[in-house]
């Protein structure tokens, strides 16, 4: 993904800092949940980056109204017309009375 958010933040070096901040700043001094601290922290961080990430697209697409979005519209509005029309050609068949050497079957 271009985001990178599926990796976890962890294997991320530009990352590791801040989870580690975090992790200690929810510890304390406590290491022995130093390890569930840690799930926390990467976590918050990835909320982060994806609350952050949102906010781009908004603003770029407020910027840019033929951006992103504006693909990502014109790709829902296809494909809700596939699928109108496919919803149509399979409900056909149902409007039309089957023959009766068809209906023993």
Do not use: N, Q, W
């Not at 908004?58 to 504006?70: F, S, V």
């Not at 296809?78 to 009375?97: G, N, T």
């Amino acid at each position: 993904m271009k985001h990178g958010l599926s990796r976890s933040a962890l294997h991320d070096p530009a990352l590791t800092p801040e989870v580690a901040r975090l992790a200690a700043a929810i510890t304390g001094a406590r290491d022995e949940l130093l390890e569930l601290a840690i799930r926390i922290a990467e976590a918050e961080v990835v909320l982060l980056r994806a609350r952050h990430l949102r906010s781009e697209l908004i603003d770029r697409a407020l910027k840019d109204p033929a951006g992103e979005l504006a693909k990502l519209d014109r790709y829902e509005r296809r494909a809700l017309s596939r699928r109108k029309f496919a919803i149509r050609r399979f409900d056909r068949p149902k409007l039309i009375p089957l023959p009766a050497s068809m209906k023993k079957m």
